[in-house]
């Protein structure tokens, strides 16, 4: 199975403090993104990182991809309460496909 | 319009009753999707559309019949479930050029009794 393993399963923090989420994956990849999910809700797209890529900004959000080690990693900066969410990596197989597979997730709790 | 709409938002429904579920977007993607989330697990692709024609089926039980009038609306039509398909059923679109980045539904919570 490609599907991507993320870890841990839930993070509880301090506002302000940074969270960082992993994910592992099994395959080759086109791409890898991370989606938000606020409860029962439906995903946001957040970031994608190409697998020739190594690291991306975007706001608080910085994502690394290694694909030797094939584990990426999305570190939240200054978190908020309001980043209470469920977030989940997603992978998109070499090659190209419709097919995006989600990984586990991680619930991320921000406490004010 | 950079949304896509999902109704109903709740639906409960007998293991005899038949329903659908109704998805729309209006950007303009060539691709439509289902994925089936139980409570605390990741999304579960079901199937796709690409050019309004199946694509993918992930061995979904025939009970769950995909729908895709036009390039703008997806239905999934619900028939006989089993309780155990009650879950959060979402809707997601992609432009069939780039990168595949989803933009999802707020999702139909299905109940089955």
């Known amino acids: 199975s490609q599907q991507g393993e993320e870890d841990p399963q839930a993070l509880s923090i301090q506002e302000g403090e940074n969270a960082t989420m992993n994910c592992s994956y099994k395959t080759s990849i086109n791409n890898l993104q991370w989606y938000r999910q606020n409860s029962g809700r439906g995903l946001v797209h957040l970031i994608l990182?190409?697998?020739?890529?190594r690291e991306k900004h975007s706001g608080r959000l910085r994502v690394t991809l290694d694909t030797s080690k094939k584990s990426s990693s999305l570190l939240i900066t200054a978190s908020r309460a309001a980043d209470t969410a469920s977030y989940f990596c997603a992978t998109e197989a070499q090659g190209g496909s419709e097919k995006l597979v989600f990984g586990k997730g991680t619930k991320l709790t921000v406490n004010p | 319009d950079t949304e896509v709409t999902q109704t109903p938002k709740h639906l409960v429904m007998g293991m005899t009753n038949k329903k659908s579920l109704k998805c729309e977007q209006h950007m303009g993607h060539r691709a439509m999707y289902w994925y089936k989330q139980k409570a605390k697990k990741p999304p579960e692709l079901m199937f796709v559309?690409?050019?309004?024609?199946?694509?993918i089926n992930e061995s979904v039980p025939s009970r769950f019949s995909p729908e895709c009038p036009n390039s703008s609306l997806l239905n999934l039509h619900l028939h006989a479930l089993q309780p155990e398909d009650s879950a959060l059923y979402l809707c997601a679109s992609s432009h069939l050029t780039g990168a595949n980045v989803l933009t999802f539904g707020a999702g139909s919570r299905l109940t089955v009794l």
């Open positions: 559309y690409s050019y309004e024609k199946l694509s």
């Open positions: 990182i190409r697998s020739n890529e």
